[in-house]
C-alpha cells in the first residue's frame, strides 16, 4: 500500500461545481497535512494547510479523519482558473520532518 | 512564504555529462530540500541539506551522483553527475517555514532533458 493515495482523475466538471478530492495516508502518526496546487510546468505551491478542526479558505475547505486516515479538499463554485493537479502531503512528525506527496488529483474545470 | 530561485531553469545535456543546478533563498533558512518529479510523476525527495554538514540522502539517491553543497544559510546546489536518459526530469529545491506546522515552499525547478 502507497503511504499517500490520490485518485489521479482527470475530475472534469463545469464551472460553478462543486468538487472534493480525498487522499488517504498509511501511517497513522502522520501529524501535519497539507494541499498543494501545481499548474501545467510549475512547481508546486501552498494551497493550506489541514487542521483537525478543518479549515476554511474562500471556496476551499480542508478536512481531516484520523479515524479514517484520510484528508478531503472541497472547491465550491468552482473556476476555470482551478484546473490544475491537487498534490496531498503528509509529514510524519516525529521530529524528522521528511514530506510524502500523493501523485496528485488533476482536476479540469469547463465553461 | 519564500521567494526562491533556481538557475538554469531548464537545459539539455548529453548523456554522461554532469550539471549543477543553483538554489537561492532570499533569506536564512536551517534546512534546504532538494526533489525530482519525474513525468507523470509525484514528488521524490533527494535529499536534505543542512549548513555545515553532509546532506542526508534518502533511499535509492547517493552522494556520488547527486553531491550536494550548501555553502551558506541562503544557497545549495545539487548536481545530477554521469547523466542518462533515465535523469530527465524537474528538478526542485525547497524550504520549510513556519514554527508549528512546518510548511514547504518550492523554488520553480530546472527542468533537464538527457540526450
Known amino acids: 500500500r502507497k503511504e499517500v493515495e490520490q485518485d489521479p482523475g482527470p475530475f472534469n466538471v463545469p464551472e460553478g461545481a462543486t468538487v472534493a478530492f480525498n487522499c488517504t495516508y498509511s501511517n497513522s502518526a502522520s501529524q501535519s497535512f497539507f494541499w498543494y496546487r501545481q499548474d501545467c510546468r510549475k512547481e508546486p505551491k501552498l494551497l493550506m494547510s489541514v487542521y483537525s478542526s478543518g479549515n476554511e479558505d474562500g471556496r476551499f475547505t480542508a478536512q481531516l479523519n484520523r479515524a479514517s486516515q484520510y484528508i478531503s479538499l472541497l472547491i465550491r463554485d468552482s473556476k476555470l482558473s482551478d484546473s490544475a493537479t491537487y498534490l496531498c502531503v503528509v509529514n510524519a512528525g516525529g521530529g524528522s520532518y521528511i514530506p510524502t506527496f500523493g501523485r496528485g488529483t488533476s482536476l479540469i474545470v469547463h465553461p | 512564504s519564500a521567494v526562491i530561485s533556481q538557475k538554469p531553469s531548464r537545459d539539455i545535456c548529453q548523456r554522461g555529462t554532469s550539471l549543477t543546478i543553483q538554489c537561492q533563498v532570499d533569506s536564512q533558512v536551517t534546512m534546504m530540500f532538494w526533489y525530482r518529479q519525474q513525468p507523470g510523476q509525484s514528488l521524490t525527495l533527494i535529499a536534505t541539506?543542512?549548513?555545515?554538514?553532509?546532506?542526508?540522502?534518502e533511499s535509492g539517491f547517493v552522494i556520488d551522483k547527486f553531491p550536494i553543497s550548501r555553502p551558506n544559510l541562503t544557497f545549495s546546489t545539487l548536481t545530477v553527475s554521469n547523466m542518462s536518459p533515465e535523469d530527465s526530469s524537474i528538478y526542485l529545491c525547497?524550504?520549510?517555514?513556519?514554527?508549528?506546522?512546518?510548511?514547504?515552499?518550492f523554488g520553480p525547478g530546472t527542468r533537464l532533458t538527457v540526450t
Open positions: 541539506a543542512n549548513q555545515g554538514s553532509e546532506a542526508t540522502y
Open positions: 525547497s524550504v520549510e517555514r513556519g514554527a508549528g506546522v512546518r510548511e514547504q515552499y
